[in-house]
């Protein structure tokens, strides 16, 4: 068909998939303190106000935007000036980057073409995903190294050992996935989860790699430098971490990244090991339980429901992390360090074996 | 026993459910959504009191700033006897005084001030003073002020109060 169409639908895809993480980042950031607020028995934020309403502090992200752009943007005296300068966009770029390949709903067909709800359905899915976020290392790094200062130094020393050690063990958590369903391709994944497990329950990655599920949690949280593994900022030992020398927008472009980082991290969780836009016993035609009883649904309510499905998951994995950095204490770094290396990593190894085992001997050809 | 000191009971081994500290993180979970659904609840419950708006009710021999007492006519029931100056224990208190023109009145403040910064809130002043002039029953914490000077209390704010 005529190119002109493409184009539109790249664009619009691209376009709603940002507004849908920037909008879920601002949010966050209100969710993140009001929620930590509530956890603690407290008000949080309720002060600022458009036309006398304050709304339980939903103008705050604003007020912090606001903020953040009137604010002085300096270098520091004895810092890279190229690097320092740099650093911000190398968080940023790769978090922004991750998003392209998660698929938000199924493939739909407009005028006779079939396109896929998912900014670029790459044949290297998972792994373009952690190459990309892998480069979030070097914003962290560079940060801390070209402030000449010795807290973001530290900061950008251990963040950078503890995102590398949880690398190894986030990407072999995945393998088992992989393994299961056969497939790097996120849309492939997602798909292959609407099927059902021994008729009963809906073949979601949480259920055949519960192990895997909770490792990759764990990495994940790692990886995005949330409590309790927020050792990079550790604001008791560190001041601020890696980030402390910046201010003004730079500062607020880390602060982008590690909400991007959250949100499509939720994003992710919820496509490998929930099923993604697989709403529990809705195949294309309708609802199907397990009793042999059918609801018939139409077309585009199948598609609102699985692309709500799809939200609703990675709303409530962003608001795990909040909940879990509320209730959990940040680690030591030797612990961090030993949890890394002689947990983890066995741990996902084993995960690996017992399910090509499983794969080899018990049921052949993938479940 | 100490007073105040509570006996935790802290088991040397952990059980194995504890050493897998996923089940320990979900009863944290547990507690902290307790928290969070309860405050989202009974909102009207959260012991914050918004400061500016809602102010903490003072206990009744709260000391807090002071005042300088008045007599029906408005002028300052000090007699400048300088004894508060001298219970005063971090010598905050500047007193000059002068001859009253009231002739039942031996002298009058021409100056009373009272450095805040000094001033370590004893009440010593309240105790000292034998006409009842001065008291520190305000309710007031000393209010933040941007130089030095303005928190040098001079007669004027000390009676205005």
């Excluded at chain 1, 036309?51 to 943007?73: M, Q």
């Excluded at chain 1, 294309?284 to 199948?302: L, M, N, Q």
């Excluded at chain 2, 050493?19 to 309860?38: D, N, P, Q, R």
Aim: charged share 15%.
């Amino acid at each position: 068909m005529n190119p002109l169409f493409d184009i539109a639908v790249a664009v619009a895809r691209v376009a709603v998939f940002f507004a849908f993480v920037f909008g879920l980042v601002v949010v966050m950031t209100w969710v993140e303190r009001k929620g930590a607020a509530y956890i603690q028995d407290r008000r949080g934020p309720n002060r600022a106000r458009i036309l006398g309403l304050t709304l339980g502090g939903v103008f705050h992200p604003l007020a912090d935007a606001l903020k953040f752009l009137f604010k002085e943007d300096f270098i520091p005296d004895g810092a890279h000036r190229l690097f320092y300068q740099l650093a911000p966009m190398f968080a940023l770029a790769p978090a922004i980057m991750t998003m392209a390949v998660v698929p938000f709903g199924p493939p739909v067909t407009i005028a006779g073409k079939t396109i896929a709800l998912q900014i670029a359905d790459l044949n290297v899915g998972i792994l373009y995903l952690f190459a990309v976020s892998g480069m979030a290392v070097y914003g962290v790094v560079l940060a801390g190294w070209s402030s000449n200062s010795k807290y973001p130094l530290l900061g950008g020393l251990r963040s950078s050992a503890q995102m590398i050690s949880y690398e190894v063990s986030m990407g072999l958590s995945v393998m088992g996935i992989l393994m299961v369903f056969q497939s790097v391709r996120l849309s492939e994944i997602a798909l292959g989860q609407g099927e059902l497990l021994y008729g009963i329950l809906p073949k979601w990655g949480v259920f055949v790699q519960p192990l895997g599920f909770v490792l990759f949690l764990t990495a994940l949280y790692a990886e995005a430098n949330r409590t309790p593994f927020d050792l990079p900022e550790g604001e008791s030992e560190l001041v601020a971490g890696y980030h402390l020398e910046y201010a003004s927008f730079k500062f607020s472009m880390f602060m982008m990244a590690e909400y991007i980082h959250m949100v499509v991290g939720a994003a992710v969780v919820s496509t490998l090991f929930f099923g993604g836009w697989q709403f529990p016993y809705l195949a294309d035609k309708g609802f199907a339980f397990p009793g042999g009883i059918s609801v018939a649904v139409p077309a585009a309510a199948v598609l609102i429901l699985r692309i709500g499905s799809f939200v609703g998951k990675t709303l409530f994995f962003c608001w795990l992390y909040v909940w879990v950095r509320w209730t959990v204490p940040r680690f030591r770094y030797d612990q961090v360090m030993r949890l890394g290396w002689k947990v983890m990593l066995p741990l996902s190894l084993l995960n690996i074996f017992v399910t090509g085992l499983v794969l080899l001997f018990i049921d052949k050809g993938g479940f | 026993m100490t007073i105040g000191v509570k006996k935790v009971a802290r088991p040397e081994q952990m059980s194995f459910g504890e050493s897998l500290y996923l089940l320990e993180i979900m009863k944290g979970l547990a507690v902290t959504m307790g928290h969070f659904l309860h405050n989202i609840a009974h909102n009207k419950e959260i012991p914050t009191i918004e400061y500016p708006e809602v102010r903490r009710t003072m206990p009744a021999r709260f000391r807090g700033c002071h005042r300088l007492m008045k007599r029906p006519d408005g002028s300052p029931r000090c007699v400048a006897c300088y004894m508060c100056a001298t219970a005063c224990p971090a010598k905050c208190i500047t007193i000059v005084a002068g001859e009253s023109p009231d002739p039942a009145v031996e002298k009058y403040p021409v100056r009373f001030d009272i450095d805040m910064l000094r001033c370590v809130f004893c009440g010593q002043c309240v105790e000292a003073c034998p006409c009842d002039a001065i008291r520190m029953d305000t309710g007031w914490h000393t209010p933040p002020e941007d130089t030095r000077e303005k928190l040098i209390y001079m007669i004027d704010k000390l009676l205005e109060k």
